[in-house]
C-alpha cells in the first residue's frame, strides 16, 4: 500500500481561484514529518513546508495554507488566488521517524492555472 | 536557484557506455541523496550518504554506482544500463539526519539510454 496518497493526478483552476491539493499519509509511527515540495517545469523540486506529527497548528505563508488533521492523517495544501506561476507539478511527502530508509513520496498533483 | 548544482543537465548514452553523473551542494549540509524519477511512478530513493557514509541502498541494481568523496560532492557511476533507467535523476541534500530535515533538490539530470 502507498504510504502517501495524492488522489488527484492533475487539476486545472482559473486565475485568481483557490485550490486545494489532497495528501493522505499511512503511518504507524506516532513521529513523523509531513513535507510537501513544488516541481515547476524546470524541474528541481523546490521545499515548501515540513511539519511535525506533534504540531497540528495551521499554517499560512502568503497565498499557501496547509491543513494537517491527524485524525484524518490528511495534510492538505491550499492556494488561494491561484496565479500562472504556481503551475507546477506538487509533491507531498512523509519521513517515518529519523530514518533514511523511510522517506516517501506521492505521486504528486499537475497544477495548471489558466490564466 | 537551491544551492544544488547538478551535471550534466542531459545525457543520452548507449547501453555499453560508462558516465558519470555528478552533484555538488554549497548549502553546508551533512546528508546527500539520488533520486530516480519517472513519468508516473512515485520518487524512488536510491542512496543516501551522511557524513559521506552510505547510510541506504533501497535495493538498487549495481550497475548504479554511487560515491561521495567528502560532504560537498556526490557522483552517480552509470554502466551498462538498460532503456528502462531512462529517468530523470535528481540530487538532494538535507542539513541533518536523513528523514528528519527538508531536503534541497538539484535540476536533475535527464537520462536517455538508448
Known amino acids: 500500500a502507498q504510504k502517501v496518497t495524492q488522489a488527484q493526478t492533475e487539476i486545472s483552476v482559473v486565475e485568481k481561484e483557490d485550490v486545494t491539493l489532497d495528501c493522505v499519509y499511512e503511518?504507524?509511527?506516532?513521529?513523523?514529518?509531513l513535507f510537501w515540495y513544488k516541481q515547476p517545469p524546470s524541474g528541481e523540486l523546490v521545499f515548501l513546508i515540513r511539519?511535525?506529527?506533534?504540531?497540528?497548528q495551521n499554517e499560512i505563508s502568503g497565498r499557501y495554507s496547509w491543513n494537517f488533521q491527524k485524525s484524518t492523517s490528511s495534510f492538505n495544501f491550499t492556494i488561494t488566488a491561484s496565479q500562472v506561476v504556481d503551475s507546477a507539478v506538487y509533491f507531498c511527502?512523509?519521513?517515518?521517524?529519523?530514518?533514511?530508509?523511510?522517506?516517501?513520496f506521492g505521486t504528486g498533483t499537475r497544477l495548471t492555472v489558466i490564466p | 536557484e537551491t544551492g544544488v548544482t547538478q551535471t550534466p543537465r542531459h545525457l543520452v548514452m548507449g547501453m555499453t557506455n560508462k558516465k558519470s553523473l555528478k552533484c555538488e551542494q554549497h548549502?553546508?549540509?551533512?546528508?546527500m541523496y539520488w533520486y530516480k524519477q519517472s513519468a508516473k511512478k512515485p520518487l524512488e530513493l536510491m542512496f543516501v550518504?551522511?557524513?559521506?557514509?552510505?547510510?541506504e541502498n533501497n535495493s538498487v541494481p549495481s550497475r548504479f554506482s554511487p560515491e561521495c568523496p567528502n560532504s560537498s560532492h556526490l557522483f552517480l557511476h552509470l554502466h551498462t544500463l538498460q532503456p528502462e533507467d531512462s529517468a530523470l535523476y535528481l540530487c538532494?541534500?538535507?542539513?541533518?539526519?536523513?528523514?528528519?530535515?527538508?531536503?534541497?533538490f538539484g535540476p536533475g539530470t535527464r537520462l536517455t539510454v538508448t
Open positions: 538532494a541534500s538535507s542539513l541533518g539526519q536523513p528523514g528528519s530535515y527538508e531536503q534541497y
Open positions: 548549502l553546508g549540509h551533512n546528508a
Open positions: 550518504y551522511s557524513l559521506e557514509e552510505r547510510v
Open positions: 511527502a512523509l519521513s517515518e521517524e529519523a530514518g533514511a530508509n523511510n522517506l516517501f
Open positions: 511539519r511535525n506529527s506533534f504540531d497540528e
Open positions: 503511518t504507524r509511527d506516532t513521529t513523523y514529518y
